[in-house]
């Protein structure tokens, strides 16, 4: 039924959702990769679309930036759709220096400082874990189309514009590979609603170097974290 925020039917939404941070990056994954697709919501210019990658249905539905749009977003795919299923395809800053530009990232763990958790049912931990069947899933998949992906935590953080801090510091503190803004929002109400919530992140920037990649690098690289994402769906 629609929400606030969701227009959708309750038929228009699959059981399996990916979430990209940018509702522009769903119209490019529904038009690149799926087949038979249909946009399900536009409400506050959230394009989300439903449509097969090959027989699988799945439902493109963009998270917007930060907790807080990730966590509506999330919580009513999960309670009021019925979805099954989240995996957010965003990307992330990189910490640590073993990582390279465009690396992908499965993510294991999420640590934040966010009162989310504690505003949505006092979950007071600041550590939330990605669901481990998905990942074994989303791993097994890697593995099969020779695609390297780099299991471990993030940092998922409420300000982008933060404070000067030392990030190798926090690195090695909070045993994470990088940075990014939505993670905690998803895997909490994936442990509230009992549903399954995990991310893949490509590294778009790195703390310790100011290399940086073409548009054309970058586009291709997304298109490979995608496609590991669509084809670990028809699994599920
Ligand atoms: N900070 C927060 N989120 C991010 C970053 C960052 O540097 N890079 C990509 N997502």
């Not at 249905?57 to 907790?67: A, N, R």
Request: aromatic residues 10%; neutral net charge.
């Amino acid at each position: 039924m629609a929400t606030v925020h969701i227009e959708s039917k309750s038929n228009e939404i699959a059981p399996i959702v990916l979430m990209p941070g940018d509702p522009k990056r769903s119209e490019y994954i529904a038009k690149i990769f799926l087949k038979d697709y249909k946009l399900v919501n536009s409400v506050r210019g959230m394009m989300a679309y439903t449509g097969y990658y090959k027989d699988r249905l799945i439902t493109i539905f963009p998270s917007g930036m930060g907790c807080p749009s990730m966590g509506i977003y999330s919580y009513e795919l999960f309670k009021e759709y019925g979805v099954e299923d989240i995996i957010r395809i965003g990307s992330c800053g990189g910490y640590d220096s073993r990582l390279k530009l465009n690396d992908v990232i499965l993510v294991t763990g999420s640590y934040s400082e966010s009162s989310y958790g504690i505003m949505l049912d006092n979950y007071n931990k600041k550590i939330i874990k990605a669901d481990n069947s998905l990942n074994n899933i989303i791993e097994s998949t890697a593995k099969d189309k020779n695609k390297k992906i780099i299991k471990g935590n993030i940092y998922c953080s409420d300000a982008f514009y933060e404070k000067e801090y030392d990030y190798k510091k926090r690195c090695a503190e909070k045993d994470v590979l990088g940075i990014e803004m939505e993670t905690f929002a998803l895997f909490n109400n994936a442990r509230l609603f009992d549903k399954r919530a995990t991310a893949l992140l490509t590294v778009s920037d790195l703390f310790f170097s100011e290399e940086k990649l073409t548009s054309e690098e970058r586009e291709k690289k997304l298109n490979d974290m995608i496609v590991l994402a669509l084809e670990s769906c028809l699994k599920l």
